[in-house]
């Protein structure tokens, strides 16, 4: 299985913070994008989920953004406000798609965290 993969540019204020997906594969037409706050790794299997050598990265989410897969890859690009009060927050994401590798047909990305700078 080639493992589905989240990648971003450094966030900043008053900029995008652009996250990649890769390696989606083509069962899935979208992918969903997690956000939240950072957690240890939990193997899913752990939570009832059949998804061997899937971990789970966040302790929360408080937002999803879906994009389609373009390819095997897809591309969300998430506004950071231009607040100074912001500088040194950190954010932190995870992807999931569809799978016919498994038996929970999911595949869950790498943990994702950003240190938004100036």
Same mark, same amino acid.
């Given at each position: 299985?080639?493992?589905?993969?989240?990648?971003?540019?450094?966030? $900043? %204020? #008053? #900029?995008?913070?652009?996250? /990649?997906? $890769?390696?989606? *594969? !083509?069962?899935? +037409?979208?992918? &969903?994008?997690?956000?939240?706050?950072?957690? +240890?790794? /939990?193997?899913?299997?752990? @939570?009832? @989920?059949?998804?061997?050598?899937?971990? &789970?990265?966040?302790?929360?989410? @408080?937002?999803?953004? /879906?994009? +389609?897969? !373009?390819?095997?890859?897809?591309?969300?690009?998430?506004?950071?406000?231009? &607040?100074?009060?912001?500088?040194?927050?950190?954010? $932190?994401?995870?992807?999931?798609? %569809?799978?016919?590798?498994? !038996? !929970?047909?999911? %595949?869950?990305?790498?943990?994702? *965290?950003? /240190?938004?700078? %100036?």
């Amino acid at each position: 299985i080639i493992p589905l993969t989240v990648d971003s540019n450094n966030p $900043s %204020l #008053g #900029g995008n913070w652009d996250v /990649t997906r $890769s390696n989606i *594969e !083509a069962v899935s +037409p979208i992918a &969903i994008t997690f956000f939240g706050a950072r957690g +240890p790794a /939990t193997p899913a299997s752990l @939570i009832g @989920i059949p998804a061997p050598g899937c971990d &789970i990265n966040l302790a929360t989410a @408080i937002t999803s953004i /879906t994009s +389609p897969n !373009a390819g095997g890859s897809a591309l969300v690009s998430v506004p950071i406000p231009n &607040i100074i009060a912001l500088a040194g927050c950190q954010l $932190s994401a995870q992807s999931i798609c %569809l799978t016919a590798s498994n !038996a !929970a047909n999911l %595949l869950f990305s790498n943990g994702l *965290e950003g /240190t938004l700078g %100036l």
